[in-house]
């Protein structure tokens, strides 16, 4: 199974700052996919995140709010910008491993106040 | 659009019961199915993958089945234990080459000593 390292895993900020996450993968994998969990909701996809290309956005989430970078096979971050208590959420990372089965990073658990 | 359901929202029980837990989703043609457990405040731990030509899926002492056509599966944990108590959440895979999961709200369970 896929090891996926995600950092931080919690932090409180500030109104309008920026927040980056990252995650950290032990072995190469094409795409690496970026969920939000709000609070007493289920996950739901951002981004799909691939390697040489710009990420691909779900349905009411935007580049400028959620930018995404995926420098190599092994690496992505996600920012969370002009955060505001409405981004308070679990942020998770997923990958596919052998284009079937998913894991999951531990999360990032925000708080904005 | 696919819509992931999972019945009941919060299940307490009393230690070494056996338990179901209930997922239906509304299109049939998926690709694969998942269960995850879910800590409070943490990241999704996968526990079992059923492939769409697949009936059920074994690990220790979970069971998770699948009924394609009628758009439901069900996660069987026999002789529960307090360290059971998560939240267990179900994904789908959609056919069609899409690698985002659709996942259910999830059953909150409660397992008492």
């Known amino acids: 199974s896929a090891v996926i390292s995600q950092k931080p895993s919690r932090d409180i900020c500030q109104r309008g700052t920026s927040l980056t996450i990252q995650c950290q993968v032990d072995s190469q994998v094409t795409m690496m996919f970026w969920y939000r969990q709000q609070p007493g909701q289920s996950l739901t996809l951002i981004a799909t995140?691939?390697?040489?290309?710009?990420?691909?956005?779900e349905s009411g989430f935007v580049i400028d709010k959620f930018p995404i970078s995926r420098p190599n096979l092994t690496f992505s971050t996600l920012t969370v910008s002009n955060m505001s208590p409405e981004d308070s959420s679990i942020y998770l990372c997923?990958?596919?491993?052998?284009?079937?089965?998913?894991?999951f990073g531990q999360g990032t658990r925000l708080t904005v106040v | 659009k696919q819509e992931v359901t999972q019945i009941p929202a919060a299940l307490s029980v009393p230690e070494g019961e056996n338990l179901v837990l209930n997922c239906s989703f509304t299109?049939?043609?998926?690709?694969?199915l998942q269960w995850f457990r879910q800590d409070p405040g943490k990241g999704l731990t996968s526990l079992l993958l059923?492939?769409?030509?697949?009936r059920e899926q074994t690990s220790g002492r979970l069971n998770a089945s699948l009924d394609k056509s009628s758009g439901r599966s069900t996660l069987y944990i026999a002789a529960s234990q307090p360290g059971d108590s998560a939240t267990y959440l179900c994904a789908v895979r959609p056919q069609g080459g899409s690698e985002k999961l659709v996942f259910g709200k999830g059953t909150k369970l409660t397992v008492n000593p």
């Open positions: 299109d049939s043609a998926i690709y694969n």
């Open positions: 997923s990958v596919l491993q052998g284009n079937t089965e998913a894991f």
């Open positions: 059923i492939q769409s030509s697949q």
């Open positions: 995140a691939n390697q040489g290309s710009e990420a691909t956005y």
